[in-house]
């Protein structure tokens, strides 16, 4: 290893010495002027907080606004696999946010818009990974870059270095707008319309820091896309999206967007409603505003499981909210911004970055060369130019690594490069004749892997691994998944290469489980006295027309068992599957029912004796529990545990009614009913906190702590609400025979009821929330 | 004395670094089992096996060349580090560093000696871990006292001698910069003088120079 070339924009020393003992002295004005405010400022919070001069909750919710999130264990508290242990940190007193320890390592997330990345931005990435984390850099599913085991007091310094290079992590987190997201291909792809980047950039300028823009309830995530049946935007599932279309208007071809609100995944997944056929390019900018003040306006603020956009498009209707918007956009004050990145958009061209070369660098042919070739480049719609495919494992790189791929794509792409929301990198621009060259350059640096985009490309959200919400260990799962079905190689059926694998450590769907071929989420299932890690299945998730339909929660099955219901997946597909029939359609035709008695068998648990191994995530010695878990502080405010409670009773109605839609009315019915109860034993619990799971006594506990002091009372509808689960409880234990209808009824008075029981948790918040 | 504090302080490059990693080699690398590593790193948890406020244990071993187990304690990292395709254990200084200059690398090698014995000792029996004794890696990760620099590399070269001398006696050493020009100020050190030295031996010496 040599010792090359000196970059001049990293913030390594100059070498003359005296250098300034500060950060901030040493980068002087090479930081702009309002960004060194801003950290600054911040810089100053955590100083008074440090002085016991703000509140826990005002303070996290600063820091999450700047991308500075909390992380597991970050109570101090820590199963270790035989007790839970306090973690003693230097600071034992001092907190940053409520019951989150001032010492304890967190997390930074990087904004960095449509996931373009230029080499000098890696470098400094690079840098600060390994001085401020644990060295590596990790891509998220929305094109994002996190860092993990930060220090808070490290982090105005990180951000100063990350300021110098353009990056910012203001907004990456918090009740704001999150970054916005755009397919990795925007510029250079084949099927595009056109060119979406400049549009997402001007979204992503406009909203950062706009007044109208402060005052959510919750997250709004921004999605745009070049075309509408490819993947890559996943616009469908976004709050806020636009797929690029052209319409003739007098004779004049004009821009605009298919526009997409209310998308949404988590513990209710919705699809987007359709906003407007063709939003002109001009109005783009005014509209989001105006859905911001009508969202921040509307929007609910108090119960954060109904906060994002897409309860109150639901709540409203798609007529409803479309009139409200176009209301309020008719009143704004007309703004410059909106239309000025018009003239450069248009003056921006569509050409090569570089000159190709006559001349052709001859491949020199290998194995590795062949199949890298044959999974990750990709034609280009300029002529003469590739899009490389760089496959991260499980969304990771190390801090090395990219200082290389810094040199890599100053050498071979002109510069930038994109994240994807596969959690790999997309080179862009490469000259045909430079493949060769690449790919040497690549496996030098240990990322000529050939994986991008297949089977074992798996994405995994963080899971138990860093996240306070983890439930199994997407991340432990998925390098076990990998590792298995590489091994299998080449004996993998041809048609099932090219699925798609995602997983989820909890119901948030952080890894985007449900528009996967094949999606896991993490769940937990009491089975022989223990706690033992399940993931659900999931099947036939649209990944195509921008995350066009969500899969189909089939079976929990425990996380030790899901390597061998992978295998019996995939060759269910490949041994019945009609013709050139996709996975989807082939889920679709066989059905639910088929595919869980494919699994059923695998459901089982060995008693704890026999296989201790079922008692433990992958990739974790440790027994196997809940405790680790602590309040989610993605978006500022706490969810509280009667959340977490009345979402899962949400998801039950949900398997209801998939139930349902198969013809099993019994089981739709009874689903309902065991929903109601997680329902009324999350509310009864907050009064009684020993209270079990046995039913009968769940009713009781409802009736005498909320039913009957007439606490869980509609001011409008009295006691109804309250009255369904009664009635339900009894008719249960009389035997009910269900009908069709009688079973749709028994979804919908379950869905009421919840909904009461949300209202009951809005009323009350205020005195029950954490 | 402090470097910060010394006459020629104008003329210096570096200050003492909060941060700073030393690595040794795994001898066997074919034989070195990754998987094991996460429940050693687990049980030392449990046992608190080395000193500091130990938080999780991280697993990256997909990642090839990269940090490979990583054990997490709140003033330190440590890892089975797989950086330039040799897997070894390195010991990252991360924060709490009190003393000058040298003392914080003595702390640093001694800290990592002491874990390399730790986990010599606890794979004795079976497939044991050993670790090559004649070499170690110095990577400054902390650019605002340790820039990576020539002038940084000569001025830091005669501190680690010093803290080096403790261990090895009189045997020279010598020091290679490796790595990327753009990352931190990365060192490999030789022992080119005779002699063998086993790890225990290094500890103790490390330990009573550290004092
Ligand atoms: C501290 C760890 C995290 C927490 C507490 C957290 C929490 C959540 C929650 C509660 C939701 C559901 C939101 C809703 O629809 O109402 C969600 C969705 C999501 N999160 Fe996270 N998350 C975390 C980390 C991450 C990470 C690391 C990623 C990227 C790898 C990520 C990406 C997403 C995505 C893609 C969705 C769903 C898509 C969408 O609705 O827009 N999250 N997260
Ligand atoms: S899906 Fe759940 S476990 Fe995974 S990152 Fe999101 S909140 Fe955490």
Redesign the interface.
């Known amino acids: 290893?040599g010792?090359?070339?000196?970059?001049p924009m990293?913030?390594?020393?100059?070498?003359q010495?005296?250098?300034p003992?500060?950060?901030k002295a040493?980068l002087g004005s090479r930081l702009g002027e309002k960004l060194s405010r801003e950290i600054d400022s911040f810089e100053g919070q955590i100083e008074q907080k440090r002085a016991g001069k703000l509140t826990d909750e005002v303070f996290a919710e600063m820091r999450l606004r700047r991308g500075v999130y909390g992380q597991?264990?970050d109570n101090g508290q820590?199963h270790?696999?035989?007790s839970s242990r306090e973690?003693?940190?230097?600071n034992a007193e001092l907190t940053k946010g409520p019951g989150t320890l001032w010492?304890?390592?967190g997390m930074v997330r990087i904004k960095n818009p449509f996931g373009a990345l230029t080499a000098d931005q890696m470098?400094v990435l690079?840098?600060v990974s390994?001085?401020y984390a644990?060295?590596?850099l990790h891509v998220t599913t929305r094109q994002d870059i996190q860092l993990?085991?930060v220090?808070l007091e490290e982090t105005p310094d990180l951000m100063r270095r990350l300021g110098v290079v353009g990056i910012t992590t203001h907004e990456a987190c918090g009740n704001a707008v999150r970054n916005v997201t755009a397919c990795h291909l925007s510029g250079v792809c084949t099927t595009q319309t056109f060119d979406v980047t400049p549009y997402a950039a001007a979204v992503s300028d406009f909203l950062l820091g706009h007044p109208d823009a402060q005052e959510f309830g919750r997250k709004v995530k921004p999605a745009f896309s070049g075309c509408a049946d490819r993947p890559c935007g996943l616009v469908k599932m976004h709050d806020i999206g636009g797929i690029a279309r052209v319409r003739e208007v007098d004779g004049v071809e004009r821009r605009g967007f298919e526009f997409y609100v209310g998308g949404g995944l988590g513990a209710v997944p919705h699809q987007a409603e359709l906003f407007d056929e063709f939003l002109p390019e001009e109005e783009l900018l005014p509209i989001c505003q105006s859905i911001s003040r009508v969202f921040a306006r509307l929007g609910e603020k108090d119960v954060r499981s109904r906060a994002r956009l897409k309860f109150l498009v639901a709540k409203l209707g798609i007529e409803e909210f479309r009139r409200l918007v176009l209301e309020d956009r008719a009143g704004l004050t007309e703004d410059s911004r909106w239309t000025a990145f018009l003239d450069d958009v248009h003056k921006g061209h569509d050409g090569p970055l570089w000159q190709i070369e006559k001349k052709r660098d001859k491949l020199t042919p290998s194995p590795q060369l062949e199949a890298w070739l044959g999974t990750s480049v990709t034609q280009q719609r300029q002529p003469g130019y590739k899009v490389v495919m760089i496959y991260l494992?499980?969304g990771?790189?190390?801090?090395?690594?990219i200082?290389?791929l810094?040199d890599v794509a100053r050498r071979f792409t002109g510069d930038a490069v994109r994240m994807t929301v596969e959690q790999n990198l997309a080179f862009r621009w490469v000259r045909e004749s430079d493949l060769s060259a690449l790919h040497e350059a690549l496996e030098e640096l240990?990322?000529a892997?050939p994986r991008a985009e297949t089977l074992t490309d798996i994405t995994a959200c963080p899971g138990t691994?860093?996240c306070k919400l983890g439930i199994s260990s997407s991340?432990?799962l998925a390098?076990t998944l990998?590792d298995h079905l590489e091994t299998r190689g080449e004996e993998l059926d041809e048609v099932v290469r090219g699925l798609r694998i995602k997983i989820s450590g909890c119901f948030n769907s952080c890894g985007q489980h449900h528009m996967a071929d094949i999606g896991f989420w993490g769940v937990s299932r009491k089975r022989n006295g223990y706690n033992v890690p399940h993931f659900q299945v999931v099947l036939g998730g649209q990944w195509a027309e921008n995350a066009g339909s969500y899969g189909l929660a089939i079976v929990a099955v425990p996380g030790r068992n899901i390597p061998a219901a992978t295998d019996r997946i995939i060759q269910y597909y490949v041994d019945e599957r009609e013709g050139d029939e996709g996975f989807k359609a082939f889920v679709t035709r066989v059905g639910k029912a088929s595919l869980r008695t494919l699994l059923q068998d695998l459901t089982e648990v060995p008693a704890y004796e026999q296989d201790r191994s079922f008692y433990s995530n992958w990739?974790?010695?440790?027994e196997f529990t809940l405790g680790d878990m602590g309040v989610g502080e993605c978006a500022g405010q706490i969810v509280s545990p009667v959340e977490f409670g009345l979402q899962a009773s949400e998801r039950e109605i949900f398997s209801a009614q998939d139930r349902l839609d198969q013809g099993d009315f019994n089981g739709a019915a009874d689903i309902a009913y065991g929903a109601m109860l997680i329902a009324a034993r999350t509310l009864a619990r907050e009064k009684e906190i020993g209270l079990g799971e046995d039913p009968e006594a769940v009713v009781a506990a409802f009736k005498t702590h909320l039913f009957d002091p007439g606490l869980f009372h509609d001011p409008f509808a009295g006691g109804k609400f309250g009255n369904y689960l009664f009635r339900v409880h009894r008719e249960r234990k009389n035997g009910f025979e269900a009908t069709p209808s009688r079973a749709r009824q028994r979804i919908e008075e379950a869905q009421l009821f919840i909904e009461a029981a949300h209202s009951y948790h809005v009323r009350t918040a205020e005195t029950v929330s954490v | 004395m402090s470097t910060q504090v010394a006459p020629d302080v104008r003329s210096r490059v570096l200050s003492a670094p909060q941060r700073v990693g030393v690595k040794l080699f795994v001898e066997d690398q074919e034989a070195f089992d990754r998987a094991r590593m996460i429940e050693v790193f687990h049980r030392w948890i449990q046992e608190d096996r080395l000193p500091g406020t130990l938080v999780d244990v991280h697993d990256y071993t997909h990642v090839q060349e990269g940090p490979g187990v990583l054990l997490i304690a709140h003033e330190w990292h440590l890892r089975t580090d797989e950086a330039g395709g040799r897997i070894g254990l390195e010991y990252e200084m991360k924060r709490e560093a009190s003393g000058t200059l040298s003392e914080r690398l003595g702390e640093a090698v001694a800290s990592l000696l002491e874990a390399a014995a730790a986990l010599e000792q606890d794979t004795a029996g079976d497939n044991p871990v050993r670790f090559v004794t004649r070499e170690m890696v110095f990577r400054f990760t902390d650019r605002l006292a340790v820039p990576a620099t020539d002038a940084a590399f000569e001025e830091v070269t005669p501190e680690l001698e010093k803290v080096l001398a403790g261990l090895y006696g009189d045997a020279p050493v010598e020091f290679e910069r490796v790595g990327h020009a753009r990352g931190p100020l990365t060192l490999h050190m030789r022992v080119v003088g005779e002699g063998e030295w086993t790890l225990e031996e290094l500890v103790s010496g490390a330990r009573s120079a550290a004092g």
């Open positions: 290893m010792v090359e070339q000196q970059n990293t913030t390594n020393g100059s070498g010495a005296p250098e003992r500060a950060w040493r597991r264990y820590r270790d696999g035989v973690l003693v940190f230097p010492d304890a390592p470098d690079a840098e390994e001085e644990d060295g590596i993990h085991f220090h494992p499980l990771d790189i190390t801090a090395d690594q200082r290389g810094a240990a990322l892997d691994d860093t991340r432990g390098r990998m990739g974790d010695p440790r």
